[in-house]
């Protein structure tokens, strides 16, 4: 609800487009018009805003900012666990991510090797995947689902 309302604020002072997911959120920042300079040349082009500016307008809110949900305006950025790099339009898993996913799978792998798992064990793992599996183009862009292998999940 914090982030939403945030968003609102935002969108109601001109800062858009804003991409959110739970906790997540990019606010990106276009070029606008360029302005004239006293000496009469013009400024190729300006912002609406930035990122300090972006920060003013919910500060009365106290609301508290995490620096690593936040960054300044760039087209390389961090969003979901994922490394975006729009001037090269590619999107890779940050290596912290990675780590984290494989510690995950082999977690699992060691603790239901041979044993019945809990749906809830399978739901996060698959989940987990899932959200991985959407950044890796030289394979399939889905996961076929855990859920129907009745073989690891107990009911």
């Known amino acids: 609800m914090i982030g939403n309302a945030s968003v609102d604020i935002w969108e109601k002072e001109g800062v858009m487009p804003i991409v959110k997911f739970e906790d997540d959120l990019n606010i990106f920042c276009f070029s606008i ?16 805003y930035d990122h300090p500016q972006v920060l003013s307008h919910i500060a009365s809110l106290n609301i508290p900012w995490c620096p690593d949900k936040s960054q300044n305006f760039s087209t390389s950025f961090t969003y979901l666990g994922f490394s975006w790099d729009i001037e090269n339009k590619s999107i890779t898993l940050h290596d912290h991510k990675r780590k984290k996913f494989l510690n995950c799978v082999n977690n699992f792998l060691a603790s239901f090797s041979g044993a019945h798992c809990q749906m809830q064990d399978m739901m996060k793992i698959h989940g987990s995947l899932c959200h991985i599996v959407y950044i890796y183009p030289d394979r399939c862009n889905h996961l076929p689902s855990l859920l129907n292998c009745q073989q690891l999940a107990s009911k």
Do not use: L, R, V
């Not at 018009?33 to 000496?39: C, I, K, L």
């Open 33 to 48: 018009a360029g302005d004239p300079n006293p000496d009469g040349t013009i400024i190729p082009y300006t912002y609406g």
